[in-house]
């Protein structure tokens, strides 16, 4: 049975940073590109950051460039977003994604970011 378990998220005031976490269970976690996405109230769900197999090619966001870095460990079958300096707009529930293909494609069910003071 496939599982992705986010964890994580929380309340951050403007500025801080999170760490968000996602527990694969299920699959053969290498054969899979790794991403994040994002979904704020009352708009589509986009794309935060995206890691390769074996973490070579990362690929993020255009506002979330040079705030949010994403890493992978196979060993422990985690992918993990690290957010800094985090605006009232990155205010959204976070979900994690794991591709492997057309019929391979598996999400969690999310954790929710709120940045606000």
């Known amino acids: 049975q496939v599982q992705l378990v986010e964890s994580g998220g929380g309340l951050v005031q403007p500025g801080g940073s999170l760490r968000l976490s996602c527990a694969a269970s299920g699959f053969t976690f290498s054969r899979y590109a790794m991403s994040w996405y994002r979904q704020a109230p009352g708009k589509e769900r986009v794309l935060v950051a995206v890691i390769s197999t074996f973490g070579g090619t990362t690929t993020y966001g255009d506002s979330v460039k040079g705030r949010f870095t994403i890493f992978r460990d196979n060993a422990k079958n985690t992918v993990t977003l690290q957010m800094n300096s985090l605006k009232p707009e990155d205010t959204a529930v976070y979900y994690c994604?794991?591709?492997?293909?057309?019929?391979?494609?598996?999400w969690g069910k999310g954790t929710l970011v709120t940045v606000s003071s």
């Open positions: 994604n794991a591709f492997g293909g057309a019929a391979l494609n598996y």
